[in-house]
T-cell receptor, first 114, second 111 residues
Framework: NAGVTQTPKFQVLKTGQSMTLQCAQD?????MYWYRQDPGMGLRLIYY???????DKGEVPNGYNVSRLNKREFSLRLESAAPSQTSVYFC?????????????FGPGTRLTVT | AQSVTQLGSHVSVSEGALVLLRCNYS??????LFWYVQYPNQGLQLLLK??????LVKGINGFEAEFKKSETSFHLTKPSAHMSDAAEYFC?????????FGKGTSLLVTP
């Protein structure tokens, strides 16, 4: 199993450009998440999808949109990139079992906005 | 709201010495607690988790953590550090739909 995969691994954008980060999981998980990681800030939740067909804002949603395309895929879109969005973005997924809050993470996308 | 605080953004130990990384939690409900490790340029990998069964939890790579309700703590320990343990470590607590992470502790292991 590949687990959680993310594309691209690296990206450089100019201010105002748009792009979509892709995430897919092959573990038949119901919930998926997008986090950003910044030095000294830990991981902060951008958006999540508790199940197919639903999405909700997390702690830092401004400037982002998401799409839960199907059960496997959850994409993150930056409509007009800003330097403040320079970060490492992680996608994660979680199964449905009531005692299983653990999340499984992808390898990350390193985004630089100039 | 559920939150965790990691004490010490950087910890340095000698190879073979005890590793102790501190995490305190705040939760209005019985928490599920996690430790994740992140090696350079990689994603996060689950080290161990507490889900209200045993209070002493053993994880991968010789790490363990003890849930202490009276101290609201979930500190991570390893008896003897290896060079390969150098990484960033994150404590996390279960929230309603996601995990709330601490800011991380960078572990440096010196020869």
């Amino acid at each position: 199993n590949a687990g959680v995969t993310q594309t691209p691994k690296f990206q450089v954008l100019k201010t105002g450009q748009s792009m979509t980060l892709q995430c897919a999981q092959d573990m038949n998980h119901n919930s998926m998440y997008w986090y950003r990681q910044d030095p000294g800030m830990g991981l902060r939740l951008i958006y999540y999808s508790a199940s197919e067909g639903t999405t909700d804002k997390g702690e830092v949603p401004n400037g982002y949109n998401v799409s839960r395309l199907n059960k496997r895929e959850f994409s993150l879109r930056l409509e007009s990139a800003a330097p403040s969005q320079t970060s490492v973005y992680f996608c994660a997924s979680r199964g449905l079992a009531t005692n299983s809050y653990e999340q499984y993470f992808g390898p990350g996308t390193r985004l630089t906005v100039t | 709201a559920q939150s965790v605080t990691q004490l010490g953004s950087h910890v340095s130990v000698s190879e073979g010495a005890l590793v102790l990384l501190r995490c305190n939690y705040s939760s209005s409900v019985p928490p599920y607690l996690f430790w994740y490790v992140q090696y350079p340029n990689q994603g996060l990998q689950l080290l161990l988790k507490y889900t209200s069964a045993a209070t002493l939890v053993k994880g991968i790579n010789g790490f363990e953590a003890e849930f202490k309700k009276s101290e609201t703590s979930f500190h991570l320990t390893k008896p003897s550090a290896h060079m390969s343990d150098a990484a960033e470590y994150f404590c996390a607590v279960s929230a309603r739909y996601a995990l709330n992470f601490g800011k991380g502790t960078s572990l440096l292991v010196t020869p």
